[in-house]
């Protein structure tokens, strides 16, 4: 397996091949180009996929998508002058306390001309009173392929009045950067908590990871897939717990848009992107919660993950979030006596993680 990740990562690096090295066009390229010329016009692409594509991919701003625009994702294109998305922060450091809670934004866990825009960058929210105060590790969402940490200023605070210190950090996005560019980023977030979160009043043997949507996504395969965590010196182990809210469980049941943006229309990638492969006994404690009102397919694979961890004698635990869908649950967990926090806090507290 290490093996595999290292050739996946070899492949990311080295530089795009030109016409006259190989023929054969990026699997985007060949999965949409209608008219067989080798290139991607508007009319070619999804429309769900298409201003993404176009936005970070269009380096001549003509319309067109050539191969060689196209087979930059995942060779860091967005690093070579490309437009990269950005939230609402102006990426200089800024503290302020409110409440009691201290807010320490713009943190830099990773570093290098990929990580432009603040993607390399985290926010804490620390409570108020002696630390060290558990930990939470929390993914934005936001497809893989937007979204940024500027969507958690409200819920990272919520959590901190609890008593939890929230580390909300940004990573690389799709198509700029596709998979593994996302849970590599995940991972560094990870060991940048676990070297420096005491120096915020964190307890680095207790931290959790969670995160909605794609971001309970990134919160399960980090739990699940030790390769990222080893690359940085540490391991599953070093997860107290994990609460993926309404995450992609099997990538394979994603849409073709996403296939597309994210993991480069490769089956391969897009099956080890997949956290339920990666069912095993001794993973951390794990809390599924998915929305009861989210899509057929999106219920479907979360309950399928919690029954084949379950059959695999994983300590896991199923929650449905009631009268939820998958976009209103996270402006739900900003009120008080919101269900999913409580759960959530209920199974921190039975796993070493009370305040």
Not at 3 to 27: E, M, N, W
Not at 189 to 198: G, K, L, P, T, V
Request: proline share 7%; hydrophobic share 40%.
């Amino acid at each position: 397996m290490i093996r595999a990740f290292t050739s996946v990562l070899s492949l990311a690096l080295l530089p795009a091949p030109s016409p006259a090295q190989t023929d054969t066009p990026p699997p985007l390229v060949a999965a949409l180009d209608a008219d067989a010329d080798g290139t991607l016009t508007a009319s070619e692409l999804p429309a769900q996929a298409r201003r993404v594509l176009l936005f970070a991919l269009d380096a001549d701003d003509n319309g067109i998508l050539s191969a060689g625009e196209v087979d930059t994702i995942g060779r860091g294109g967005a690093g070579r002058g490309r437009k990269t998305r950005r939230g609402p922060d102006n990426w200089d450091f800024a503290e302020d306390t409110t409440n009691g809670i201290r807010i320490v934004r713009n943190l830099e866990y990773a570093t290098g001309p990929e990580y432009a825009g603040g993607r390399g960058k985290l926010d804490v929210y620390i409570p108020s009173g002696d630390g060290p105060h558990p930990v939470i590790l929390f993914f934005h969402g936001g497809g893989l392929y937007n979204g940024d940490k500027a969507t958690l200023t409200e819920l990272g605070p919520r959590f901190a009045s609890l008593g939890y210190l929230v580390a909300a950090p940004n990573y690389r996005l799709s198509p700029e950067y596709a998979y593994p560019a996302y849970i590599e980023d995940a991972a560094l977030a990870f060991r940048w908590a676990w070297d420096h979160i005491r120096d915020y009043g964190g307890d680095p043997e207790r931290i959790a990871v969670s995160g909605g949507s794609a971001g309970g996504h990134i919160a399960a395969l980090l739990s699940v897939d030790g390769r990222y965590l080893e690359a940085r010196g540490l391991g599953l182990r070093h997860i107290r717990a994990s609460l993926p809210i309404t995450g992609l469980m099997n990538a394979e049941r994603a849409g073709r848009e996403r296939h597309l943006l994210t993991w480069r229309a490769d089956p391969e990638l897009v099956r080890e992107a997949s956290p339920i492969r990666y069912v095993a006994p001794d993973l951390p404690p794990m809390l599924i919660t998915v929305a009861d009102g989210d899509t057929e397919t999106r219920r479907t694979q979360n309950v399928e993950m919690f029954e084949a961890m379950e059959a695999a004698g994983a300590e896991v635990e199923f929650e449905w979030l009631v009268d939820r869908t998958h976009n209103s649950i996270l402006p739900n967990m900003i009120r008080e006596g919101d269900r999913t926090v409580e759960l959530l806090l209920d199974f921190l507290r039975r796993h070493g993680m009370a305040p």
